[in-house]
T-cell receptor
Framework: AQTVTQSQPEMSVQEAETVTLSCTYD???????LFWYKQPPSRQMILVIRQEAYKQQNATENRFSVNFQKAAKSFSLKISDSQLGDAAMYFC?????????????FGKGTKLSVKP | DAGVIQSPRHEVTEMGQEVTLRCKPI?????LFWYRQTMMRGLELLIYFNNNVPIDDSGMPEDRFSAKMPNASFSTLKIQPSEPRDSAVYFC????????????FGQGTRLTVV
């Protein structure tokens, strides 16, 4: 069975600085997808970024980028120029390729605080 | 589209009572998922449907939990009888049948059983 581990329960960053959230996963599959979701206090789960395992290029969405290391089974999220609105819980998630779309395995999350 | 719609947003009930959570998925989505979020266990999948048919209910904790999807636009998750340990946030999510597509989540129902 696949597992996702986020080893940092809480992180803090100064506004305008850069922060990296860690995620490791375990799978025997070669094709899969990885996601980062953001959950602000409103509880809404918001997709931040997606990575296809067959793509070597790291995904980027504006201030958000990932460092995908397939061999190491590592998938970290970098937030540049942190803003107060980035404060939230961040969840790393895994999804099998070719399976039911949206069937996600989540890590326990990292709570990010942004200091003004 | 309005997104995935869940009701109620908050529910407080007494132990032993029946609780029904409701979900309207995004129109045209083929998959519907029920997740539960707790501090201890994080986000865990309870059950999911494909074209209204339950596919995997191995995450349903006990027989007290049941889920139905009578049509493509509506699903319920019922707990009968409810217990304090069922207190959690319950999310409904949907996704289309398109490779690599993520799940789109509703805003969740916070259930408190006293």
């Amino acid at each position: 069975a696949q597992t996702v581990t986020q080893s940092q329960p809480e992180m803090s960053v100064q506004e305008a600085e850069t922060v990296t959230l860690s995620c490791t996963y375990d799978t025997s599959e070669s094709d899969y997808y990885l996601f980062w979701y953001k959950q602000p206090p409103s509880r809404q789960m918001i997709l931040v970024i997606r990575q296809e395992a067959y793509k070597q290029q790291n995904a980027t969405e504006n201030r958000f980028s990932v460092n995908f290391q397939k061999a190491a089974k590592s998938f970290s999220l970098k937030i540049s120029d942190s803003q107060l609105g980035d404060a939230a819980m961040y969840f790393c998630a895994y999804m099998n390729y070719g399976g039911s779309q949206g069937n996600l395995i989540f890590g326990k999350g990292t709570k990010l605080s942004v200091k003004p | 589209d309005a997104g995935v719609i869940q009701s109620p947003r908050h529910e407080v009930t007494e132990m032993g009572q029946e609780v029904t959570l409701r979900c309207k998925p995004i129109s045209g989505h083929d998959y519907l998922f029920w997740y539960r979020q707790t501090m201890m266990r994080g986000l865990e999948l309870l059950i999911y449907f494909n074209n209204n048919v339950p596919i995997d209910d191995s995450g349903m904790p006990e027989d007290r939990f049941s889920a139905k999807m009578p049509n493509a636009s509506f699903s319920t998750l019922k707990i009968q009888p409810s217990e304090p340990r069922d207190s959690a946030v319950y999310f409904c999510a949907s996704s289309p049948y398109r490779e690599g597509t993520e799940a789109f989540f509703g805003q969740g129902t916070r259930l408190t059983v006293v």
